[in-house]
Structures are given as structure tokens and as C-alpha cells.
């Protein structure tokens, strides 16, 4: 089992910053996928970007330029920095950790850009 913990949501205004942590526990191995979704308000889950453990990244067109994944692994966190933000940036966003075809996912954490 994997527990994710999200932290770091908030209220911002537009064109501000916020850092999403993602801590997880558990049965963690060293290779993996850990990434961010998204699912704003009547709208499918979404990726916004993954990195592996091996440090490869890809985002959504979307978000690009403007938010950056990194890991500690051996804090076992994923951070997700949010520059620039825009209202449609609005969600709640997820972590998910996944490995061989099993996937964990976080409770989320709300990010709301609003003036």
C-alpha cells in the first residue's frame, strides 16, 4: 500500500505562486511514476504533468512554461511550483503514484486563482 498526502493549496491571486508537496508512505519503490492531476468543477480529471524516477518529465500543453515538477526521493516528496497562475487554473489537484499498473491517488488539495 501507498498513502499520498497533498499539501499547499490555497487562494491566490491571478499571475501569483503556489508549491504543492505530495508526501508519500509506504510500500515506495524505486521506480516509479509520481504526478499531478487536476479536475476543476464539472469537468474530467486531468493530467497536468509526471515525472519518473529517473527524473523524465511531461507536462500538458497548458501548463507549460509555467509549472515545474520535482522529487526528493529520498523524502519521498513531489513538489509541484506554480508560477503565473490563471483563473482556469482553478482545481483541485491530486497526486498519484503508480507502479507495474497500480495506481494511488491523494486526497487533494484545492487551488483556487481568483482576484
Known amino acids: 500500500q501507498v498513502q499520498l498526502v497533498e499539501s499547499g493549496g490555497g487562494l491566490v491571486q491571478p499571475g501569483g505562486s503556489l508549491r504543492l508537496s505530495c508526501a508519500a508512505s509506504g510500500s515506495i519503490s524505486s521506480i516509479n511514476t509520481m504526478g499531478w492531476y487536476r479536475q476543476a468543477p464539472g469537468k474530467e480529471r486531468e493530467l497536468v504533468g509526471r515525472m519518473d524516477s529517473f527524473g523524465s518529465t511531461n507536462y500538458a500543453d497548458s501548463v507549460k512554461g509555467r509549472f515545474t515538477i520535482s522529487r526528493d526521493n529520498a523524502k519521498k516528496t513531489m513538489y509541484l511550483q506554480m508560477n503565473s497562475l490563471k483563473p482556469e487554473d482553478t482545481a483541485v489537484y491530486y497526486c498519484?503514484?503508480?507502479?507495474?499498473?497500480?495506481?494511488?491517488w491523494g486526497q487533494g488539495t484545492q487551488v483556487t486563482v481568483s482576484s
Open positions: 498519484r503514484y503508480s507502479r507495474l499498473g497500480q495506481y494511488y
